[in-house]
């Protein structure tokens, strides 16, 4: 069983910057999937950043020069680091990890403000 925690999230004004962090307990592997979605209200969750099985990164189009996902293995946590922020960021932000099957964070929302 994984247990996922995220925080970080909150408001900001356009341009700014925000950190956010997930925080996983249970059985998680250091080289297990691990990555951020978003869902913006009446649309579909989406990815925005992850590290793949081979530990390599991917990013949404969207978000790539402004995002930077990065991992503390020893803490079992992964970060967001969201720079430039644009009021279309606005959404719910989720963790996400894939440990024989794939498990949710509750959310954090961040609404940047225009």
């Known amino acids: 069983q994984v247990q996922l925690v995220e925080s970080g999230g909150g408001l900001v004004q356009a341009g700014g910057s925000l950190r956010l962090s997930c925080a996983a307990s249970g059985s998680i592997f250091s080289n297990a999937p691990m990555g951020w979605y978003r869902q913006a209200p009446g649309k579909q969750r989406e990815l925005v950043a992850t590290f793949t099985t081979g530990g390599s990164t991917r990013y949404a189009d969207s978000v790539k020069g402004r995002f930077t996902i990065s991992r503390d293995n020893a803490k079992n946590t992964v970060y967001l680091q969201m720079n430039s922020l644009k009021p279309e960021d606005t959404a719910v932000y989720y963790c996400?990890?894939?440990?024989?099957?794939?498990?949710w964070g509750q959310g954090t929302q961040v609404t940047v403000s225009s």
């Open positions: 996400n990890a894939i440990v024989g099957r794939v498990y």
